[in-house]
């Protein structure tokens, strides 16, 4: 994809049609006028869409969803998109023009109308052209906030896989995407930039080295022992579908039984987890501030467990004396180790 011409406006080149859609801007109503000018254009019969989408192929170089693939190919990817859309919700850059579809080998699949430039934030992204219908079909489902039962069943069940794909577990269970593209397809192996090589099927893949949470898995009582000579108590968590969810807790916090549920916090609403996932800065709270009343402890300090740029999970130490600077540095190396 030649990054040097994604500042290219379409106005400058059909400006004819660009003319033609102001002039006629009075005439829409306020739901329209919502829309991108891009957008008005196309479905407006302004500028035609194919003569939009050789300029944006021969100038940027990237893919495109053919014609043929309609509603019923898409469905495919309707969890794998909310999936997407949550993992990437704190860009605020989403639109019904530029959305998150899909992840696969550690590649974000981006759908748009055009490009955009803060796309750049995002490592190992891949842009793929998408017609003003396809995109509707996704930012249906993904801006409409009223998902059904059986759709957060179906989104948690698969989300674990899709996490488990980025993280490198060779298990994952959704075959390589097989949408059909013009001009060029992705190569999973070119650091997100559009090809004209063919995609490359899931058992030609090298396996992945090993997972951080396998890693996490396998030095766990290690990792414990280094955190017990900080804390209390030590828990691992793992962001499951916007949440906090235990993922492995110390030895004595296991033989109280402690209840994990007490460990869950919703990523979207205001928490001392929230601040950190969003900035992926460790923060040392009190107890109270997390809501819990757990034992003697007083203070808890919480260290970002990053993949990428990603933040995946977090590693909690829990005091009831205070807390020091050494304490925060621990848990990062500690983070740091399994990343």
């Not at 000018?37 to 495109?64: H, P």
């Not at 949440?243 to 402690?258: G, P």
């Not at 994990?260 to 900035?279: D, G």
């Not at 808890?300 to 740029?309: E, F, G, M, V």
Request: charged share 25%.
């Amino acid at each position: 994809m030649d990054y040097l011409k994604t500042n290219l406006k379409w106005e400058d080149f059909f400006i004819q049609e660009s003319v033609e859609l102001e002039e006629k801007m009075p005439t829409f109503d306020m739901d329209a006028l919502s829309k991108s000018k891009l957008r008005l254009a196309i479905e407006n019969k302004i500028l035609d869409w194919k003569k939009y989408e050789q300029w944006v192929l021969d100038n940027l170089g990237c893919s495109s969803l053919k014609p043929s693939v309609n509603d019923s190919i898409l469905k495919n990817f309707t969890i794998n998109s909310k999936q997407a859309f949550d993992i990437y919700s704190n860009y605020d850059f989403w639109s019904e023009d530029l959305l998150p579809i899909f992840i696969w080998e550690n590649q974000l699949i981006v759908f748009g109308l055009q490009y955009n430039e803060k796309l750049v934030t995002i490592d190992n992204h891949i842009f793929i052209l998408a017609s003003p219908e396809a995109l509707t079909y996704f930012a249906n489902i993904l801006f409409n906030d009223k998902a059904t039962d059986n759709e957060l069943n179906e989104m948690e069940k698969s989300l674990s896989r899709t996490l488990s794909r980025i993280e490198g577990i060779d298990s994952f269970e959704i075959k390589p995407p097989s949408l059909d593209f013009k001009s060029a397809t992705f190569d999973p192996s070119n650091s997100g930039t559009a090809t004209n090589a063919k995609v490359i099927p899931i058992q030609q893949q090298p396996k992945d080295e090993v997972t951080i949470w396998e890693f996490i898995t396998e030095r766990h009582e290690e990792y414990s022992f280094e955190a017990k000579k900080h804390f209390s108590a030590y828990v691992v968590l793992k962001v499951d579908y916007n949440k906090t969810k235990v993922f492995k807790m110390d030895a004595d916090l296991e033989k109280l039984n402690v209840n994990e549920k007490v460990f869950e916090y919703s990523l979207t609403e205001p928490n001392p987890f929230q601040n950190v996932y969003q900035t992926g800065v460790s923060e040392s709270f009190s107890v109270s501030q997390l809501g819990l009343d757990l034992m003697n402890f007083k203070y808890a300090c919480i260290t970002a467990l990053k993949r990428s740029d990603k933040v995946v999970g977090f590693l909690v130490g829990f005091k009831d004396n205070n807390l020091s600077e050494n304490d925060q540095v621990l848990l990062e190396d500690l983070a740091k180790e399994s990343a």
